[in-house]
């Protein structure tokens, strides 16, 4: 385990602690769809309140424009965040909206920060934005292990000029978790990487194709690799431009592709969806998930793993008519005994949608990180603390 200070070695009554957590979730008519990482963070909110500590929270929610006021763009406000925190944990927390100059606390509020992706240099990690981040507090803790493969100003900036710097529970469970996986994984070893593209992926999925016993494709990214073998994919979402890359993995003898899939050319007409064998997709036809021939040969791949690693689902998950490959995929890990890491934002949200995380062994709030850290990247924010 990585040598880091620990919220819990520090005495912080009485102090100001700015904790960086990663609040992105999905909003739906000014409301919180997912409250998955939301929920994740409250145990660490609750230690630092139990400590007599003054708490300010600061995340990221989206893209914004950096340098825009968020009255400009309010969809990215953090101000649903707020009341799902004070809703599910009894908090009283305020949304503060002008903070690089410092502001004043009442008592026994909670201050959650608006956006920080807002301030010009956030994502460019400008010294200034740290050293005004790092001013705010007497500790500052890193908790958000979905933004720590990124050097940001809130998460490794801040770390460098900070009196404290710490990793917080949340940070160093996810750790733990994806080390032991990573490191002493019981074999045989399946992986399971879905989503649309394998551009974003192409580093862990060439890590893993060498690295694992088995390695499944699905969503966009097998389309890709579909291509690269040679089929017809109609007019289905993939990357033309990675399959010689594709080709160059699928010399691994280890890839997992479709034999089936359910395809269709409406979104929205569900009679127009047709299960085809990959031999037989025509010009017109659009991949939307993987058939059921496909789904239980996805099932005997995984039913003698000791390890399963799951990333990213295997088609349109969202809509019902597209969802059973997803599904299914989710039965099958919850059903073994295997122990099982899944982590990534489309991946929670089908835990979530699909009955939940029971079953799975371990569930990471990270997507990038959690790939990242698998393939045996060093993440900024975590050298940073390293470095305190």
């Known amino acids: 385990m990585l040598d880091l200070v620990r919220l819990s070695d520090l005495d912080i009554k009485g102090k100001r602690v700015l904790i960086r957590e990663d609040l992105n979730v999905p909003l739906k008519d000014g409301r919180v769809a997912s409250n998955a990482r939301v929920k994740a963070v409250l145990p660490t909110i609750e230690y630092v309140v139990s400590k007599g500590a003054k708490v300010i929270l600061m995340s990221h929610l989206g893209r914004p424009t950096e340098g825009i006021s968020i009255e400009r763009q309010r969809e990215f406000s953090l101000a649903p965040v707020a009341r799902e925190l004070s809703n599910l944990g009894s908090l009283r927390v305020r949304l503060e909206p002008n903070y690089l100059n410092g502001f004043e606390f009442e008592d026994n509020e909670i201050v959650l920060l608006e956006n920080v992706r807002v301030n010009a240099g956030e994502k460019s990690n400008d010294d200034n934005l740290a050293r005004k981040l790092a001013i705010l507090c007497d500790v500052y803790v890193m908790d958000a292990f979905a933004t720590s493969h990124r050097a940001h100003a809130s998460t490794e900036g801040v770390a460098r000029y900070a009196p404290i710097a710490c990793a917080g529970p949340l940070l160093l469970k996810e750790l733990k978790a994806l080390e032991e996986a990573r490191h002493n994984p019981a074999k045989p070893v399946i992986a399971i990487v879905g989503g649309s593209k394998v551009s974003t992926k192409l580093s862990i999925l060439s890590a893993l194709s060498q690295q694992v016993d088995g390695l499944i494709v699905g969503g966009g990214i097998a389309n890709t690799f579909l291509a690269a073998s040679g089929k017809q994919i109609g007019k289905s979402l993939f990357e033309p431009e990675m399959e010689d890359i594709a080709k160059k993995i699928l010399e691994e003898d280890r890839i997992c592709l479709p ?109 990038g990180a959690f790939l990242e850290l698998l393939e045996g990247k060093a993440l900024p924010a975590v050298l940073a603390l390293e470095r305190q």
Do not use: M, Q
């Open 259 to 367: 034999v089936d899939v359910l395809v269709s050319s409406s979104l929205e007409d569900s009679t127009k969806n047709v299960v085809k064998d990959v031999d037989e997709i025509s010009p017109e036809d659009r991949i939307l998930d993987i058939g059921p021939l496909s789904i239980s040969k996805n099932r005997e791949w995984l039913k003698g793993a000791k390890t399963i690693i799951w990333n990213g689902p295997l088609g349109v998950f969202e809509i019902p008519d597209f969802s059973r490959g997803t599904s299914e995929l989710a039965a099958s890990i919850k059903e073994s005994d295997a122990f099982s890491l899944a982590g990534g934002g489309d991946t929670l949200a089908a835990i979530e949608k699909f009955g939940g995380a029971d079953g799975i062994s371990y569930v990471s709030t990270g997507g």
